[in-house]
């Protein structure tokens, strides 16, 4: 018996308080399979056993609840982990240049971290805390994160209400499938970037010209 | 360094092209979700489109209406294996489907009516 396979049982028999607390703690960074259990509870809304405003708000107030709780760590247990995170990516200057681009790209990061690029939702909370990301902001793309994801997944559970695993497995699949496309796709740009010949501007080359030429 | 990484990323995303579309595949010809323990009897009932009176008489039971309990309790109270339940669930949801005839309406309970 597997704690996936427990907190099935317990979301079956005690409904959508399981699923607030499930999601809350597995925000804050504990492995939980949360998408699992959304989809499942989306089937046994389908069957009527459950209520589906219930469950997609109590779902999106743990999960929301659970980020903000791992924001918060960042934000304010966080010196600490700043101060060891800087000496490990190379000192201040590269944790300075680490939130220009979480302020540049951070609003992206977090609102694709929530329904797409789960696995990674707990980091970039913790990020987003210790590099002082607006909270405001950090709550703004959280929130419609969260949401999508719960509605996406429930609605999921909902349609393919008789193939619950199967469903988590297939989805599971192309969410990490994506994820390896965006990487290659990102990896070849880079790759022929650095293969390019560098091409000089015209002025530089007229003066090589003219050097060649004496 | 850059075209190792490239070489690394790409191995892994054919690899895991090859697994979804082999799940994929899976599903569209087996709509059948594997029985788990959490499931309950009415929601292994409604996976497999069979009555869930068939179900409960094939592990010994009453049927219940609106009975969350998943297999895994249900195993416990019975002293089995959920393994073997779900092994005595198979078997009735193997027996209900064709070539065999469909199951006979739920019989009514003792001293009342049909549910």
């Known amino acids: 018996m597997n704690l996936g396979d427990y907190l099935l049982g317990m979301l079956s028999v005690y409904g959508s308080t399981v699923l607030f607390g499930a999601l809350l703690v597995g925000c804050v960074g504990v492995p939980l399979p949360a998408t699992l259990m959304l989809i499942a509870a989306g089937s046994f809304v389908e069957q009527g056993d459950m209520n589906l405003w219930g469950v997609l708000g109590l779902a999106s107030a743990g999960a929301i609840l659970g980020d903000n709780i791992g924001y918060a760590l960042g934000r304010w247990g966080g010196h600490h982990m700043a101060r060891r995170l800087s000496s490990w990516v190379g000192g201040e200057n590269r944790l300075r240049e680490a939130v220009k681009w979480s302020e540049r790209w951070g609003g992206m990061g977090i609102f694709l971290s929530r329904w797409l690029l789960t696995p990674l939702g707990p980091w970039v909370n913790l990020i987003s805390g210790i590099t002082g990301y607006p909270w405001h902001r950090f709550l703004f793309f959280d929130v419609t994160g969260e949401v999508l994801w719960v509605v996406l997944y429930v609605m999921l559970g909902r349609f393919f209400s008789n193939q619950v695993q199967t469903t988590q497995e297939v989805f599971g699949d192309f969410t990490w499938l994506f994820v390896g496309l965006l990487a290659a796709a990102l990896l070849g740009w880079q790759l022929i970037r650095y293969l390019r010949p560098v091409s000089l501007p015209k002025a530089e080359k007229d003066k090589i010209l003219v050097k060649d030429a004496t | ?115």
Not at chain 2, 62 to 85: F, G, M, N, T, W
Not at chain 2, 91 to 106: E, G, K, L, T
Request: charged share 15%; glycine share 4%; aromatic share 8%.
């Open chain 2, 1 to 115: 360094m850059v075209i190792l990484a490239f070489l690394l990323v790409v191995a892994v995303t054919g690899l895991f092209a090859v697994h979804t579309v082999r799940h994929a595949l899976y599903w569209r010809l087996h709509r059948d979700d594997p029985i788990r323990p959490w499931m309950s009897v009415h929601h292994i009932a409604h996976s497999y489109r069979v009555p869930p009176y068939v179900l409960y008489q094939a592990i010994g039971l009453p049927p219940i209406a609106h009975d969350k309990r998943p297999l895994r309790e249900l195993a416990r109270e019975q002293h089995k294996p959920v393994s073997i339940l779900i092994g005595e669930l198979q078997n009735a949801i193997a027996h209900s489907r064709p070539p065999y005839p469909p199951p006979p309406p739920q019989p009514p309970p003792e001293g009342g009516r049909a549910p």
